[in-house]
């Protein structure tokens, strides 16, 4: 499991600041989207919003690291989500609603390094 964050967390930090799509008409359905792409499925409404709460949990401090904040969307997402993809979603969730935490990604993927 170590191994596989230590290979994700670069290849989705470069991916979040690389393909940042342009803003578009409903970015929860752009949200969602990439999800699908993941293999994340859920009702969209429910997740668009815990991209929200996972954003607002760093910009609130509660969550402090990107560890903390993809194990909250570990547990919030649908059972049988694996940890490599609580990653993808938080990166796909700063991407989305909150570009400026951009660094708690590059942070993480410097820390293991």
């Known amino acids: 499991m170590r191994l596989a964050k ?19 008409a409903d ?11 993941y293999g994340i499925y859920g009702p969209r409404d429910n997740t668009a ?3 929200k709460i996972t ?3 760093l910009h609130n401090g509660l969550d402090t690291t990107a560890d903390k904040s993809a194990h909250f969307a570990l547990i919030n997402l ?3 989500t ?3 993809q609580s990653y993808q979603f938080l990166a796909a969730a700063i991407g989305t609603y909150c570009p400026d935490q951009v660094p708690v990604l590059t ?5 293991d390094q």
């Open 55 to 57: 954003c607002e949990r």
């Open 6 to 24: 230590h290979l994700l967390l670069p290849m989705v930090t470069v991916a979040v600041v690389t393909l940042a799509a342009p803003a578009h």
């Open 49 to 51: 919003w815990l991209g």
């Open 78 to 80: 649908p059972r049988g």
């Open 107 to 111: 942070a993480a993927a410097a820390h």
């Open 82 to 84: 694996t940890t490599g």
């Open 27 to 37: 970015p929860d359905a752009d949200f969602n989207s990439q999800l699908h792409g």
